[in-house]
Every structure is written in structure tokens, then in C-alpha cells.
């Protein structure tokens, strides 16, 4: 019994040994032919859908061993290889979505990111893929929508599309169809929809990253807080409006938060002191207000805060100064009262940011003792007391802000020993004292400004070690001694400027050897000796001012060979000699000797009227074409010499007068008219009345090119006259400039003025306009009388007004003109303040017919409206009228001039506004502050202007525009044809904050 029980067994063992033997034999037959059957897959959709691979999948053979597992990119499960992973991203593919891949029953994961994937997904392009669980197509160029899921991804924990050219609406399949979806990434797309309500229905959501999409302005869902197990939300740059909902609270797992850039308001809300595993919440550029609730104090684990370009008020929470922070962030708010003395106590802050705002008292007395402090900024505040002597105690700081306060008080000794600082702006305050030497020599420091303290002392030679320093600016302060000639080995110069202080001595002579400065500005100090001949070896030097000291010698003719001087000031000195000659070679915005003890005759190329305040206040100056400066005709005592000269001249004279006898007489027929009228639109003018109207209390304006006069005749019509400085002295280039003017005349174009004639003398010629009401946007914009009120509204067609005049010139006219002087003061406004632009086209033309004047043959423009590459190729294009046309702009948007001071002393508005664009932009990493405190938009639109939502849409839409048309390349500045369709483009009303 037993035995054949254990027969029994045994057969029942064989039995199961059998089918063990043929379950494994199913199995390797069957695993054989999965394989074979994903290697079929995988090479079906390498040749017919992928291209462009870089040998990268040459290894995806047929014959190759243990074949598709071995191929790169593919990834099996050990044991049973089986296809799970396929990791193509960075491949350099081309081709539409390998939907194919996901035939693959076995595929788990799917990567095809930073490849040049394009084309649409179809709707069905995921419905093979509902086993995968992770799906990347990130930083590709597919376009179109994102398509509804048509089955459930039931086991998809990762979906990454971001980066892509998705537009629409967030699928709402999404909604219920991603059961298990944890990582969602759908940033940096054209999703244009709004915010879906179903983000909130994603509860096993840990990652939703949808920042940088230009979503329809939306609010965030009212219970977003149901995304319990969410630890990042990212929805930086995405048209959020409204306020925060209360619901945020419920985010209890959230560590980032970055809802920055955005049009948030109202109040942030209490709740946010149950994220109690936030590290690092981004609040930054919204319009949030009110006070910061004190529940911060729970959000222990908190390393970075920024809620900086807000409208907060109040106090900054003690709570929140105590935290262990890295970085804090509270600039550009209206915050009030005295930083918090817990601030000091904080043992990680990296990082403290409270610019712009209202804060007063004093900066906490042990700040720094505790801190690493590497980055500080309290710029435009109104704190006062002295600055905390332990800022730098950790010898980290390294970017020192603190301008635009009342900060008083000797300046720290102990600052000299802070040899990590690179950046340090302090002017506007009221410091007092000497600078320590050692504080002269930190070996990193590039930017050092002080301007307008009270301080003192001596630049001393130890400022040799600061090797690296850039910009050197100290003016507005009680500095003397002598500059140092080591000075000359800061080879990195870009900028100085020392002006007004008591600086004594000689300019070093050696100072030709700082060949990448910029721009010195020493007006004002008690310099002495002569200006050194080697400062023409400054190739880069576009401006120099010397003005106010006691300069004395010659000017130095090699100032006339420097490629891109602009700026020459050196007026109120003692220099004496002749104006040298070699100066007419330069391209000068601004041009002033006056009041010194030159003398002699001005070179030709400078002697005409427009030149008085140049070289007024130089008694031995004399000149035949500036009114009011002593003649040369003058006779000067008889020399021996001189009588033999003018003998000989007088015989000249008298042969010449018997030629011009001759010949007037043979031309007198020619000659019967002295003057030419050339009429361009109907009507009579009297051209008695005209000429005889040309007369001082008639003088409405001064241009660049003439004078312009107001005139009205008998009947009753007025007109406004520019009479042209210089005369042609070509008679042959008369007919060129009437042909010229001719072209000038036929123009027709609402947003232009019109040419209605020329009347062309012997030695003058004018051109008739037809007057326009209002005068220039630029009196009108900053008239003497605080000038008319113009809102943002009216701004805005004179805008889109005066692009259309200059796009009718560019595009429209056969040849096309060239403005040349795109300024607002040439901007005329009618009664109904429609914009009219004036006196296009005449720079080319004086330029054609005064070829040989040196000066007038470069006039290109206005300080401050000047495209940059004028200084460098001396050419202008239409681009050149672009770039003066941005500046227009940010004319109107500001309210004020390009070059006004309140933009920095060495800005523009120009450089003024990209900067702050591109501290802006460049946030992450941004150790460049905000200049001069204007840091953001709000600041820099003009406060007269009361803007309404649209309006403020508006202002932002044309600022982008005036960005790009002051481009620093002519190539990346649209065309003004483009400007003004990008101006008439619909706007689309964003939410006010202000
Ligand atoms: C994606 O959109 C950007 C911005 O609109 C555009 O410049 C780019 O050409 C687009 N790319 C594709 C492939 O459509
Ligand atoms: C979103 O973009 C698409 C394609 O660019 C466009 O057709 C659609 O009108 C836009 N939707 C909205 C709300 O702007």
C-alpha cells in the first residue's frame, strides 16, 4: 500500500514535474516571441517615424545579442525581458509622436523630452498608452491642443508636456481620466484657457507645474486646498486674478508655493500659517495689500520669502523677521515702520530685501552678528541712523544697498574689512566722515557709489587694489587731494565720475591708459593744470566733462581723432589758444568751451549762430557767423608785413571786381527774380509778407535746422515758417534741393504736417508749413507751465498716430525718407491733439547740399533719441527712426524727457527701463538691484496718468513695443509697419493694480 502509495506520489510528482517543464517551456517560447514581437515594434517605428537621430540608434539591429534589451535607449525588466523603459530624450529626433512605441504591452516608462518631436496629437494619440506610468514629451515642438484623453491612463503617475507649443484649453478629460496622476508638468506652453476647476479634483496630485503660460486671466479654484498630498505649486507668470483663497491652507504637504508675477489681490489670508512644511513661497510682483498675517510665525521650516513688488502695508511681522530665513524679500511694497529688531537674530539670512518702501527708524543696531549676510538692500526708504557696524561681520556681504534713505552718521572704519563686497550703492544719504583707505581697496569691488553724502578724505593709492572696479562714483561730496596716479591701472574703468568735490591737482597724465572708460565726469573741482593730451588714446570715451575747474593750457587737439566722443564739456576754465580745428572730426550732442580764455577766429565748421553758448564768455574769441560774439573783421594793427599782404589783395579784389562786372552783366537777364516760390497745395501767399513777417517776436521755435517763425497773412490764414540756417554755397545744388523739397511737398498724409511751399533766395530759404495748434508733444508733455494734461487714452493715439505718419514715410513714399530727428518736440499736435509729425526728410537733404560742413553733415538725431550704432557706423536707416520712435514711447508712458536726471545719473531711459526689464526678468539669480528704486512698472509710468484697467493693459502692451523698438541690434527692431499693427492689435484688459 505504501509503495504504491509512493508510486502515487511519485507520478504525481512527474506528473507535476511535466507541467512545470512545459508551463516554463510556454514561457520562454512565449517571452522568445514578446521579444521578437518588441523588437518588430521598435524598429517598425524607428524607420517609419523617427528621423534625424545621430547614429545614437544605429545599435538597434535585429541580430545584436539579447536584442531589444541591449539597444540604447531601451531599458527591460531583469529576468523576464520584457520591455519597460524607452529613454530617447536628447536624441536630436524628428518626426510626429511615436504613438507606436505604446504597443509595447510591457512599456512602462516613455521619454522622449528635448528632441525636435513636432506636428499635433490626435485624439487617439494616448489611447494605446493607458499602461504607461510616466510619459514625457517635454521641450519638443508639438503645437495645436492638447487633446482629450479617450481612455483612462489608469496607472499614470508622470505626464510631462511642458515646453511645447500646447495652446487652448487644459484638456478636461485630464479632470477624470488620470486616477493616479502625481507629477504634472504642463509649463512653458500657449495654453490660453483658463484655470480648470477640476485641478482641485486631482488629489493624489505631489507636483503642479503650470507657470509660464499666458492663461486667460482666471482665478485659482476656491478649493484648491483639497490637494492634500500637493508639494509644489508653480504658477508663476500665468494671469492669475482675484485673491488667494482661504482653501491654500489645506496644502498642509506643500514645500513650494510661486504664485509671482501675477495680478493676485486682496489680503494674503491667515491660512497660510498651516502650510507648516513650506520652504520657500513666491509672492512676488502681484498686487497684493493689506498687512501680512502673523500666522507666519508656525511656518517653522520657511528658508525664502518673497513677497516684494506688492501693495502690502503696515508693519513687516515680527513673526516673519524671526524666522530662520535665507532669504527675504519685501521690496517694492508700502511697508511702514522700523525693520524688526528679530531680524538680527535670524542665523541663515542670506538674503534681506526691503526696498521701496516706507520703512523708518533705524537700521537694527546687531544685524549681521547672527547672519551670514551676502545680499542687503534697504535702498529707497526713509531710515536714518548710522549704518549697523556689523553688517558685514560674517564676511560674507557682498551686494551693500542703502540708497535714497537718511542713513547719517561717520561712515563704519570697520566697513574697510568687508573684503567679500562687490556692489555698494549708498548715495543719497547723509554720511559723514572719511573713508577708510582700506575700504578703497577691496580687491572685488566693481560698483562703488556714493554720490551725494557728505564725505571726505582722500582717494588713496591702496585703490590699486581694486582691480576689478568698473564704476567709480562719488560725486556731491567733500572729497579733495589729488587723483592718485595709480588710478590709471584699474584697467576694468568704465565710469567715473568725481564731480563736485574739491579734488585738486593735475588730471594724471597717464590716464590715456584706462582704455575701456566710457564716461568721466570731474566738472566741478578745483583740478588744475593742463588736460593731458593722452586722454585722446581713450578709444571708448564718449563723454568727457571738465567743466568748472581751473583747467588752464591748450585744448588738446587729439580730442578731435576720438572715435565716439559726444559729449565735450570743458567750458568755465582757464584754457586759452585757438579752438582747435581737429574738433569739427567729432560728433558731438554737446559741445561747450565757454567761459575760458580762448582765443582767436572759430574754425568755420563751428561759426554759425547755433554755436553762441559753446563759446560765449571767451573775450578773445572772434568769429563772422555767431551774432553777439566780437567780429573778426575787425582790423588788426598794421604790420609791415601785413601791409604787403593786403596789397597784393587788394589787386586780387580789384581784378575779381572787374570779372563780376563782366559777368553780371552777361547774367543779368538770368538774374531778374531773387527769389524762387515753389507752391505745393493750393492757394496765394504773398511772399512780401512772408519775408517781412521772419522777425524776432514772430520766433516761435528753434530746431536743429532753422528758425521757425509763426506768420500770418492778410487773409487771416497762419502758417509756421522755418527759415534754414546756412545758405546752399553751390548754386548747382539748388536745383537738387528744390527737387528735394518738391518731394517733400507731395506728401499727403494725415499724421504729417504739410509742406505747403518753398520760397528759395539768394542767401536764404524757407520752407511754410501749415501751423499746427497745439504746438509739440514735447511742450505740451513737459511745457514750462507743468504742461496740459494729456491721459493715457489721448497718449495713446498720438502713439499710434505719429507711427503711422513715420511707416507712411518708410513704407509708403518713393524714395522712402528717413526722419532722422524722431523726437517729441517734433511731434505736432492739432486742436483735437491728433499728432502731426514735422520736419522729416530735411537732415538728408541739408546733408546732401553742406557735404563739406564737417558738423551739419552729421546731425543724425537728439542726445537721448540716438539709435546706439549711429555712434559706431555713422549711418542711419530706417531702424535708426525705429529705435527714436521706442524712446517716443517711453516719452509718453513716463512723462519724461529720455535723458531725465531722475533716470540715473549715466542713464537713460532707455538703458533705464532694460535694465529694470532685465533685473525683472532675471529674477532667480538676481544679484543686479533695481536702479534707483524704480524697479517696476508702476514706477516708471507717469503719475499724472490715472490709469484704468484697459489703460493699464495698454501702457504694459506698449512698453513691451518700445522695448523692442530700442533694441540695442536694428535687426531686432520691428519694422514701422509692424509697429503699427503691434499697436492696433486688441488689448486684452488684464486686472488693475496700482
Ligand atoms: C512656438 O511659439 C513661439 C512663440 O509664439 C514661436 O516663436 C515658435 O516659432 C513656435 N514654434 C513652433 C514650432 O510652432
Ligand atoms: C487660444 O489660442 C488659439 C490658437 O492660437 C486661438 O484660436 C484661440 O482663440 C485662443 N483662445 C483665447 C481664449 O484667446
Redesign the pocket.
Known amino acids: 500500500m505504501n509503495h504504491i502509495k509512493r508510486n502515487n506520489n511519485m507520478m504525481k510528482f512527474d506528473n507535476l514535474k511535466l507541467q512545470a517543464t512545459s508551463i516554463c517551456l510556454i514561457m520562454m517560447v512565449s517571452l522568445a516571441s514578446s521579444a521578437k514581437r518588441d523588437v518588430g515594434v521598435l524598429l517598425e517605428v524607428k524607420r517609419r517615424q523617427l528621423k534625424g537621430y545621430d547614429n545614437e540608434l544605429d545599435d538597434w539591429l535585429d541580430s545584436a545579442r539579447n536584442a531589444p534589451c541591449s539597444w540604447t535607449g531601451i531599458s527591460c525588466q531583469e529576468g523576464t525581458n520584457e520591455v519597460v523603459s524607452i529613454d530617447l530624450s536628447s536624441f536630436n529626433l524628428y518626426g510626429e509622436f511615436p504613438a507606436d512605441f505604446c504597443r509595447i504591452s510591457t512599456l512602462r516608462n516613455l521619454n522622449l523630452s528635448n528632441n525636435s518631436l513636432?506636428g499635433t496629437l490626435n485624439s487617439s494619440a494616448f489611447s494605446l498608452c493607458s499602461h504607461l506610468v510616466s510619459l514625457n514629451i517635454s521641450l519638443n515642438?508639438f503645437?495645436g491642443f492638447l487633446p482629450e484623453l479617450q481612455t483612462t491612463l489608469i496607472n499614470l503617475t508622470s505626464l510631462d508636456v511642458s515646453y511645447n507649443?500646447f495652446t487652448g484649453e487644459f484638456p478636461s478629460s485630464f479632470g477624470y481620466s488620470l486616477p493616479e496622476i502625481q507629477l504634472l508638468h504642463l509649463e512653458g506652453n500657449?495654453f490660453n484657457g483658463s484655470i480648470p476647476g477640476f485641478f482641485s479634483n486631482l488629489t493624489t496630485l505631489t507636483h503642479l507645474i503650470f507657470c509660464f503660460n499666458d492663461l486667460f486671466p482666471s482665478q485659482l479654484p476656491s478649493d484648491i486646498g483639497r490637494l492634500t498630498k500637493l508639494e509644489s505649486l508653480d504658477a508663476r507668470s500665468t494671469n492669475l486674478i482675484g485673491p488667494i483663497p482661504n482653501s491654500i491652507g489645506g496644502l498642509v504637504s506643500i514645500k513650494l508655493l510661486d504664485f509671482s508675477s501675477n495680478n493676485l489681490s486682496g489680503k494674503v489670508p491667515g491660512t497660510i500659517g498651516n502650510l507648516k512644511n513650506a520652504e520657500n513661497i513666491q509672492l512676488f510682483s502681484n498686487g497684493l495689500s493689506g498687512e501680512l498675517p502673523d500666522t507666519f510665525r508656525n511656518l517653522t521650516l520657511l528658508t525664502w520669502f518673497d513677497a516684494s513688488e506688492n501693495n502690502l502695508s503696515g508693519r513687516i511681522p515680527e513673526s516673519l523677521a524671526s524666522l530662520d530665513l535665507l532669504s527675504f524679500n519685501l521690496n517694492d511694497n508700502s511697508l511702514e515702520g522700523a525693520i524688526p529688531e528679530v531680524v538680527a537674530s535670524n542665523p541663515n539670512l542670506h538674503e534681506f530685501k526691503v526696498f521701496n518702501n516706507k520703512l523708518t527708524g533705524s537700521i537694527p543696531f546687531d544685524l549681521g552678528l547672527n547672519s551670514e549676510l551676502v545680499h542687503f538692500d534697504v535702498s529707497m526708504n526713509n531710515l536714518e541712523g548710522p549704518l549697523p557696524q556689523k553688517l558685514c561681520y560674517k564676511k560674507q556681504l557682498q551686494v551693500l544697498i542703502i540708497f535714497g534713505n537718511k542713513i547719517s552718521g561717520n561712515f563704519p572704519e570697520v566697513y574697510g574689512e568687508c573684503s567679500t563686497l562687490s556692489r555698494v550703492r549708498m548715495q543719497d544719504n547723509e554720511m559723514l566722515g572719511k573713508i577708510p583707505d582700506a575700504f578703497w581697496s577691496i580687491s572685488g569691488i566693481e560698483h562703488l557709489e556714493m554720490s551725494n553724502n557728505h564725505l571726505q578724505g582722500s582717494i588713496p593709492p591702496s585703490i590699486v587694489d581694486a582691480e576689478l572696479l568698473k564704476q567709480l562714483l562719488i560725486s556731491g561730496n567733500d572729497f579733495s587731494g589729488a587723483l592718485p596716479d595709480v588710478i590709471c591701472n584699474l584697467r576694468m574703468m568704465a565710469i567715473v565720475d568725481i564731480s563736485r568735490n574739491r579734488f585738486s591737482g593735475q588730471l594724471p597724465s597717464c590716464i590715456g591708459n584706462l582704455k575701456k572708460l566710457l564716461k568721466f565726469d570731474g566738472q566741478e573741482n578745483e583740478l588744475h593744470g593742463e588736460i593731458p593730451k593722452q586722454i585722446g588714446s581713450m578709444s571708448e570715451l564718449t563723454e568727457l566733462n571738465l567743466s568748472h575747474n581751473q583747467l588752464s593750457g591748450n585744448i588738446p587737439r587729439v580730442l578731435g581723432s576720438m572715435p565716439v566722443l559726444t559729449y565735450l564739456d570743458l567750458s568755465r576754465n582757464s584754457l586759452s589758444g585757438r579752438v582747435p580745428v581737429e574738433l569739427l572730426k567729432l560728433n558731438l550732442n554737446k559741445f561747450n568751451v565757454s567761459d575760458n580764455k580762448l582765443e582767436g577766429e572759430i574754425p568755420s565748421g563751428f561759426d554759425k549762430s547755433v554755436y553762441w553758448s559753446s563759446f560765449n564768455g571767451n573775450p578773445g574769441l572772434c568769429s563772422s557767423g555767431i551774432r553777439g560774439l566780437s567780429s573778426c573783421t575787425k582790423a588788426k594793427p598794421a604790420s609791415f608785413y601785413m601791409v604787403a599782404v593786403l596789397s597784393v589783395l587788394a589787386v586780387i579784389l580789384l581784378g575779381s571786381l572787374i570779372w563780376l562786372f563782366i559777368k553780371a552783366r552777361a547774367f543779368r537777364n538770368k538774374m531778374r527774380r531773387s527769389w524762387k516760390i515753389t507752391s505745393f497745395h493750393q492757394g496765394r501767399f504773398n511772399e512780401h509778407d512772408l519775408l517781412s513777417a521772419l522777425i524776432e517776436e514772430n520766433l516761435i521755435g528753434k530746431g536743429g535746422s532753422g528758425l521757425v517763425y509763426r506768420v500770418r497773412f492778410k487773409n487771416g490764414q497762419t502758417v509756421a515758417a522755418k527759415r534754414l540756417f546756412g545758405v546752399h554755397k553751390k548754386p548747382e545744388s539748388e536745383e537738387s534741393f528744390s527737387s528735394e523739397v518738391e518731394t517733400l511737398g507731395k506728401i499727403r498724409h494725415g499724421n504729417i504736417v504739410k509742406l505747403l511751399f518753398s520760397c528759395i533766395g539768394d542767401d536764404f530759404r524757407v520752407l511754410v508749413y501749415e501751423y499746427i495748434e497745439n504746438g509739440s508733444l514735447g511742450d505740451v508733455l513737459h511745457g514750462e507751465k507743468g504742461g496740459v494734461l494729456l491721459d493715457w487714452p489721448t497718449r495713446f493715439s498720438i502713439a499710434v498716430g505719429a507711427a503711422q505718419g513715420l511707416a507712411y514715410l518708410h513704407h509708403d513714399c518713393v524714395p522712402s525718407i528717413i526722419h532722422r530727428d524722431v523726437k517729441s518736440n517734433n511731434i505736432l499736435l492739432d486742436e483735437d491733439y491728433r499728432p502731426k509729425v514735422a520736419d522729416f526728410g530735411l537732415a538728408r537733404i541739408l546733408e546732401k547740399d553742406l557735404e563739406d560742413d564737417p558738423i551739419m553733415s552729421r546731425v543724425a538725431g537728439s542726445y537721448g533719441y540716438i539709435a546706439p550704432e549711429y555712434a559706431y557706423t555713422m549711418k542711419v536707416t530706417e531702424k535708426s527712426d525705429v529705435y527714436s520712435f521706442g524712446v517716443l514711447l517711453l516719452e509718453l508712458i513716463s512723462g519724461k524727457r529720455p535723458n531725465d536726471s531722475s533716470f540715473g545719473e549715466n542713464k537713460d531711459i532707455v538703458k533705464f527701463v532694460t535694465e529694470s526689464t532685465a533685473s525683472y526678468s532675471d529674477r532667480a539669480s538676481d544679484y543686479e538691484p533695481k536702479i534707483n528704486g524704480y524697479s517696476n512698472f508702476d514706477q516708471l509710468v507717469d503719475p499724472r496718468i490715472d490709469p484704468s484697467p484697459y489703460d493699464y493693459a495698454e501702457i504694459k502692451k506698449v512698453l513691451d513695443l518700445a522695448v523692442s523698438c530700442t533694441s540695442a541690434l536694428p535687426a531686432d527692431r520691428p519694422s514701422m509697419r509692424r509697429v503699427v499693427e503691434l499697436l492696433k492689435e486688441k488689448t486684452r484688459p488684464v486686472s488693475f493694480r496700482k
Open positions: 513636432f515642438y503645437v507649443n500657449l
